[in-house]
């Protein structure tokens, strides 16, 4: 890798499904340019979101912490929290303490210059988990996920100031949000020079509600409305992916970037017969089948990570904490889930294949999920009977093993006992006596 500690581009997209880019097989999308990162990198096919859900998997990307210990578990608090009130029902909503270590505050340590843009969703305005007071020098979106599901916001956050957005004034529709977002990231690397930065880009798109400028070359296929504009609205995500690895080429730093590129859950909606976006996977966001939680991830660095690579080696987003870590010379930390996976992200054989990747999901009452080698257990409630499944010959989750292996049942069962902590705003007393 060399002495020099590259930049690094982290690019998460909104609900995007693992099969919605043409180089994981989608063949309706245009996305040449996301294509061709793939080509130029590494493009791996057991990667996993931290969370079937927005905020918690956002929270395990940021602390290294997998659901069951990160501090925020849910997209909405049971208890306590922050009471939000917005245009639908009060909500409560958890935020990052400024005990949790997150990953600008360990890069900023060892000498980075920090910027986020697009959605948040880890601290309302006043705590203590906004973006300026986790590490980012500067941040410019959305905090509050519900308020993210409009492309046309009349206000957003400007580090810790309202920033009203002048061409939405009075309904009008005239500043793109995911524009605004692109133009931030552009203006943030050119303002760089030779200091190593960290950039989080953390798009909406195509997250729903579909609002989209132009549904451009997709006008006269003949579905309906809405997945034209889902279309349209991956496509434009894709040309402003072009034009950021564009401007790295130009500006000289394409071999000292590192860039990313994955979603933070599952699809939302399937598209089936459409876009297939979750193909063969069972289930969909807010699922902790692979559907849900399978993510596509592209990693590019000309000159250190190989071109045109296919990889199964299995890892999570806890992982990037402690491989940021690494990149940047930072020390290790201790208290985290993940592990560092440069040696797979530089093409090398990872080392820690097969270690437990554990899962739990709030939504619907408590459910938990792990992933150990070729086996995959999901359990619902605290003494539910186990689903086993074998994705090594079964990565659809079809056929429930559970019956046939006890031996293996016992041993997640072991594991589970003793994965996760219990947490003050999701408490299972109740949450899971419903199951």
């Known amino acids: 890798m060399g002495s020099a500690r590259p930049n690094i581009i982290f690019i998460l997209a909104d609900d995007l499904g693992y099969y919605d880019l043409g180089c994981y097989g989608q063949r309706n999308i245009l996305t040449p340019n996301i294509d061709g990162m793939a080509a130029e990198g590494i493009r791996f096919t057991q990667c996993y979101t931290g969370s079937p859900v927005c905020a918690p998997s956002r929270s395990v990307l940021m602390t290294g912490q997998h659901a069951g210990h990160t501090r925020i578990r849910e997209n909405f608090a049971k208890e306590g929290g922050v009471v939000i009130l917005d245009d639908g029902p009060p909500q409560r909503r958890g935020y990052l303490e400024s005990s949790d270590v997150t990953v600008p505050e360990v890069l900023k340590g060892a000498g980075y210059t920090t910027g986020c843009t697009g959605k948040w969703g880890l601290g309302e305005a006043g705590t203590a988990g906004v973006p300026n007071r986790k590490g980012f020098d500067e941040w410019f979106g959305y905090l509050n996920q519900r308020r993210a599901h409009s492309y046309y916001p009349a206000e957003l956050w400007l580090n810790e100031e309202r920033k009203i957005i002048e061409g939405n004034q009075g309904g009008q529709r005239g500043q793109y949000s995911h524009d605004l977002f692109t133009e931030f990231a552009l203006d943030f690397i050119k303002r760089q020079g030779e200091h190593p930065f960290f950039l989080y880009l953390a798009y909406t798109i195509p997250h729903a509600r579909y609002e989209v400028p132009s549904v451009g070359p997709y006008a006269n296929r003949p579905w309906p409305e809405d997945a034209k504009v889902y279309a349209a609205m991956v496509s434009r995500m894709d040309r402003d992916v072009g034009r950021l690895l564009g401007l790295l080429g130009e500006l000289g730093i394409d071999d000292r970037t590192l860039v990313f590129l994955c979603s933070d859950n599952g699809a939302a909606q399937p ?90 999901h709030h939504g619907r009452g ?22 086993l499944f074998d994705l090594g010959n079964d990565p659809g989750e079809q056929r429930d093993l559970a019956n046939r292996h006890p031996d293996v049942v016992k041993g997640i069962e072991r594991y589970l006992a003793s994965a996760r902590t219990e947490s003050e705003w999701w408490p299972l007393e109740r949450s899971a006596a419903a199951n």
């Open 366 to 387: 408590f459910e938990q999920a792990i992933r150990m080698g070729r086996w995959k257990a999901i359990r619902r409630g605290l003494s539910g009977s186990l689903e």
């Open 271 to 360: 598209w089936e017969g459409i876009f297939d976006s979750c193909g063969q996977l069972r289930g969909k966001k807010g699922d902790l089948y692979e559907g849900g939680i399978r993510t596509p991830m592209i990693v590019r660095w000309p000159g250190h990570v190989p071109g045109g690579r296919v990889s199964d080696a299995v890892w999570h987003f806890a992982d990037f904490l402690p491989t940021a870590a690494e990149l940047a010379g930072a020390k290790p930390l201790s208290g985290i889930d993940g592990v560092s996976v440069l040696s797979g992200l530089l093409g090398k054989r990872q080392a820690s294949r097969g270690r437990p990747l554990y899962w739990e």
